[in-house]
């Protein structure tokens, strides 16, 4: 069964401190991995998108990293702002020839204080 | 903005009545999807239509149904709701079906069934 498991559940960081976020999935076959950022009540907007053959991708103070062999990715904050509270989404996709299926994980709530 | 709108933003409603959500994709792109949402959970992919046909279903219940139309825009029909329909629904779209088309998430629908 195809699943995207993400760590920590929360998490709870002051303004100006780095954190990283894990996903682990054994969706099969891989066709790409994103990190999505989801404002509370709002869609979630991607981040970064990387396919098999790319281990690392950044967009700004986000990065993400990509072990194909050990079906992990993890996802690197610098410099946290507060306005980074939101919860990030793992999002696998497999490609069945006709249409794209995506996984979901179940995210990483992450809060930014003072 | 994402360019993705979705009416009506809030519904409330009772158990064993019907609704119907509506979303209007990015100009251009061809490709609907239907996710659900409940409180604490993860994304749930519903189905998705390409250019008015389906071409993947997920975990749609069977009194859930959904169409694209020929403008492109799609509906979401809801019937016989249970309280546990209660969620917030999002409609994304992409230009495509290919692995590495970004989907982009309208505001959601958030249903109340009481």
């Known amino acids: 069964k195809n699943q995207v498991e993400q760590s920590p559940q929360s998490l709870i960081i002051l303004e100006g401190k780095n954190c990283t976020l894990q996903?682990?999935?054994?969706?099969?076959?891989?066709?790409?991995l994103r990190w999505y950022k989801q404002d509370t009540g709002r869609g979630p907007v991607s981040l970064t998108i990387m396919t098999f053959s790319e281990n690392t991708k950044s967009n700004g103070r986000y990065t993400a990293t990509l072990d194909a062999d050990t079906k992990q990715s993890s996802l690197h904050i610098t410099a946290s702002q507060l306005s980074d509270s939101a919860s990030y989404i793992c999002?696998?996709?497999?490609?069945?020839?006709?249409?794209?299926?995506?996984?979901f994980g179940t995210g990483t709530r992450l809060q930014v204080t003072l | 903005d994402s360019g993705v709108t979705q009416t009506p933003k809030h519904l409330i409603t009772a158990t064993g009545q019907r609704v119907t959500l509506r979303c209007s994709p990015r100009s251009g792109d061809l490709s609907v999807y239907w996710y659900q949402q409940s409180l604490d959970q993860g994304l749930q992919f519903l189905i998705q239509?390409?250019?008015?046909?389906?071409?993947a279903k997920g975990n749609i219940l069977e009194r859930f149904s959904a169409q694209q139309f020929p403008d492109l825009h799609s509906e979401l029909n809801l019937s016989s709701l249970e309280l546990g329909d209660s969620a917030l629904y999002f409609c994304?779209?992409?230009?495509?079906?290919?692995?590495?088309?970004?989907?982009?998430f309208g505001p959601g629908t958030r249903l109340t069934v009481l």
């Open positions: 239509y390409y250019n008015g046909e389906e071409r």
């Open positions: 994304a779209s992409s230009v495509g079906v290919t692995v590495t088309d970004t989907q982009y």
């Open positions: 999002v696998v996709s497999n490609y069945t020839g006709t249409a794209s299926k995506l996984t």
């Open positions: 996903c682990n999935y054994t969706v099969s076959p891989f066709s790409n």
